[in-house]
Each structure stands twice: as structure tokens, then as C-alpha cells.
């Protein structure tokens, strides 16, 4: 078997083992959110840092959700970094937000963040202030072991079927998660414009 096969074999096996039950919870608590006129911060990292900026845009111009991807701002990220660490950019810029009950933080991760490993700290920071605010935690992530798996309302945790790829599995499939969100009856509320061309029989 040729890698791109195996590689693909492995998307569709984690596909099915997906747990829709909780992309289902992870929905309504995003309604909820809505509903409630609070706002969504999507943190991420690395890879995940750009999903979340993806993410961010997708859930404000399609499900009317006030969303924001703190790492958008790189002045912001980068004068945080210099002058007070990286551990706290996100709780701080959550506290400059006044993160309070009515907002839901979704951590787009890998790990998760682990203190003891002293991997994305700075997610664990945040997760700590959005939790002491009152704000509910949901995650995208790629391990059941991290701290955002367990402190977390709701957590999808994209199965590990293959330990050599967990790092490109979790990263695409946050995208997976996060458009299967977008695009749920509780939450869309903006066709997307192929699809609106296709069904007036325009063609851009």
C-alpha cells in the first residue's frame, strides 16, 4: 500500500469514529452562545493558530456568532510576548475583553496544552480565566490527555489511529469539526456562495 493510501485510509477511519454526539452538544452550546449575545473566542497555536483565524471569520459570517482568534492581532500577540511571555498572551487578552458567563472559548489544539510538559501553557492559562469568568470551554483537539479533554464543557477529541500522524490529523480536522458546525441547522444562518450560485443557476 502506497502512503497516500494508508494516509487516506486513516482520514476516513477517523471520520467514522468521530463522535457526532459531541459535535451535536458542541452546537447547541454554540446556540446557546448566540442566543445569549456572547462572544467566541477561538485560540490555537502553531497550525492551529490558523484554523482558529479560518474558524473565527466562518463562524461570524455564517452562523452570526461575534467570534474573534486573538492571534489575528500579531502587534498585540507579539508586544504580549515581549513584555509579559508567551504563557499569558491569551489571558491577557481575555481579561482586556472582560471574558465574562455569557462568552465560550474554543481551543483548537494538538495537546490540549499540558503544564507539566510545559506544552501550550498559554492555552491552559486561558482556559483557567475563561473558566473563573464563568465561560463555557469546548475543544477541538487531538489528545484525551491534555488539559482542554478534561476541563472542557464539551471536547471533540480526534481519534489517534495512527501515532506518527496525530499532528496533521488533528490539525485538519479541526477544520472538519469546525465546518460540519457552520454548517448545522442550529447554527448557519448565511448560505455559502457556491452554493446559493448553484441554486439561483448563476456561475461566478
Known sequence: MSFTRQFMGEVGEIAARLDADKIESLAGLLAETRSRQGRLFVLGVGGSAG????????????????????????????????????????????????VNASDMLLVLSVTGGDIERQVSVNLVRAIECAKQAGSKIAGIVGRADGYTARAADVCIVVPVV???????????????????????PLLKIAATKWESLATTGKRE
Open 51 to 98: 484554523n482558529a483565524s479560518h474558524a473565527a471569520s466562518d463562524f461570524r459570517k455564517l452562523a452570526g456568532i461575534d467570534a474573534y482568534a486573538p492571534t489575528d492581532n500579531v502587534t498585540e500577540l507579539t508586544a504580549r510576548t515581549n513584555d509579559e511571555g508567551w504563557a499569558t498572551v491569551f489571558e491577557g487578552w481575555l481579561r482586556i475583553s472582560r
Open 162 to 184: 495512527n501515532a506518527a500522524h496525530v499532528t496533521p490529523h488533528s490539525e485538519a480536522f479541526q477544520a472538519v469539526v469546525w465546518h460540519c458546525l457552520v454548517s448545522h
